[in-house]
Every structure is written in structure tokens, then in C-alpha cells.
């Protein structure tokens, strides 16, 4: 079992940034992949971000240049750093793992006002 809390999210301007954390209950460095997902409003889940345990990364196209996403394996947390952020952006984000199961976390709003 494995438990995941975001925190980070909030109300910004267009152009503004902010940095979201996902906090795992178990060591990190034992889950090959982990990553963050967003749904606006009427939509599906689309993924925004995935790493591997090696470091690898991957983003979806309307996030690259602008988002980075990394792990602290000491602090068994995962970030998303967005900066430019866009109305667009604004959606509740989630973080996932993929550790046998895939486990998902409660979600955190980001709202990025015009």
C-alpha cells in the first residue's frame, strides 16, 4: 500500500509559478515510475509528467520548456516545478506511482487567473 500526498497548489496569475510536492508513505527509490496527471473541468485526465527511478523524464508537449518535474529519494517526495504558468493550466493535479499497482494521490487545485 502506498500513500501519496499533494500539496503546493493554489490561486496564481498568468505568467506566475508554482511548485507542487507528492510526498510517498514508502522509500521512492523503490517505484519505477512516477509521475503527475491534471483534469480541468469537463475533461479527462491527461498526463502532464512522468520520471523514472533512474531519472529519466517525459512531458506532454503543452507543458515542456515550462515544467520540470524531479524527486528528493531522501525525501521520498516528488515536485513539479511550473513556471509561465497559463489559464489553461488551471485544473486539479495529481501524482502517481507505479509500485506494483498504480496508486494515486488525492489531488491538489491549481487555478492560474488571466
Known amino acids: 500500500q502506498v500513500q501519496l500526498v499533494e500539496s503546493g497548489g493554489g490561486l496564481v496569475q498568468a505568467g506566475g509559478s508554482l511548485k507542487l510536492s507528492c510526498a510517498a508513505s514508502?522509500?521512492?527509490?523503490?517505484?519505477?515510475?512516477m509521475g503527475w496527471y491534471r483534469q480541468a473541468p469537463g475533461k479527462q485526465r491527461e498526463l502532464v509528467a512522468t520520471?523514472?527511478?533512474?531519472?529519466?523524464?517525459n512531458y506532454a508537449d503543452s507543458v515542456k520548456g515550462r515544467f520540470t518535474i524531479s524527486r528528493d529519494n531522501a525525501k521520498n517526495t516528488m515536485y513539479l516545478q511550473m513556471n509561465s504558468l497559463k489559464p489553461e493550466d488551471t485544473a486539479v493535479y495529481y501524482c502517481?506511482?507505479?509500485?506494483?499497482?498504480?496508486?494515486w494521490g488525492q489531488g491538489t487545485q491549481v487555478t492560474v487567473s488571466s
Open positions: 520520471i523514472l527511478s533512474g531519472g529519466s523524464t
Open positions: 502517481n506511482a507505479h509500485f506494483g499497482l498504480v496508486y
Open positions: 514508502v522509500e521512492i527509490v523503490s517505484i519505477m515510475i
